[in-house]
């Protein structure tokens, strides 16, 4: 299914045992976080996806493959994430003034919406568990012809969980029969609050830094 760019990421945040995070210190009270255009939104997202195996050969020809489980990655380059959102989505940890790596796990759920040719309709790729590391920075100074603008970058490596069917992601898209935003939020992150309307969702004709189906 083609795509036309990406519209919307959304992020939550769950702990070891598969709670949701609702944390209004570091702006998850709804259970997920829009990275809206205050936030400058996103400028890319590159998901990948790959399912090995293994042919069975016999009688001199290939007779089968046996499948193995799929895996699935997302690059995504945010233009200007929060700095306290970023660091809770690594599994970072306050330490005094800072930040520090924690040894407990931490998984992310990425929601990631992208409209279709038409410009009627959305398509989303989604992870409902994902660990997620930062690609580091590349920091060089500005010239007097050039400001030299570093995002930030962040890959997610998506695990198979019980929301996904034991599978790393799951995509779908609002021409299905019977498809609403808030079923898909509250399939991927139980409890959430940010969606509420339970129709289909539709592009609007404006973008904002509002949800659709909100």
Do not use: W
């Not at 799929?70 to 306050?94: C, H, Y």
């Not at 309709?121 to 603008?149: D, F, I, L, P």
């Not at 399939?187 to 309307?197: E, H, R």
């Amino acid at each position: 299914m083609s795509v036309v760019g990406i519209d919307r990421v959304y992020l939550g945040v769950q702990d070891e045992n598969g709670n949701i995070l609702t944390d209004e210190n570091t702006g998850f009270t709804t259970g997920m976080i829009e990275v809206t255009d205050e936030m400058l939104g996103t400028s890319s997202v590159n998901f990948q996806t790959s399912k090995n195996g293994e042919e069975l050969d016999g009688n001199n020809k290939q007779l089968d493959f046996i499948k193995a489980l799929p895996t699935a990655s997302m690059d995504i380059s945010f233009n200007n994430l929060p700095f306290d959102v970023k660091n809770k989505v690594l599994g970072r940890e306050k330490s005094g003034v800072g930040y520090v790596d924690s040894m407990a796990n931490t998984y992310s759920i990425v929601i990631t919406r992208s409209p279709l040719p038409d410009m009627k309709h959305y398509a989303y790729t989604c992870m409902g568990k994902a660990v997620a590391t930062s690609k580091g920075a590349n920091m060089q100074t500005n010239t007097s012809k050039k400001t030299n603008r570093v995002n930030d970058e962040l890959s997610f490596e998506g695990l198979a969980c019980e929301r996904t069917n034991d599978m790393p992601y799951i995509v779908a898209c609002d021409e299905d029969a019977g498809f609403s935003q808030k079923a898909l939020f509250d399939q991927l992150c139980p409890g959430q609050t940010l969606i509420t309307d339970s129709v289909k969702a539709s592009v609007p004709a404006s973008t904002g830094s509002s949800s659709a189906g909100k």
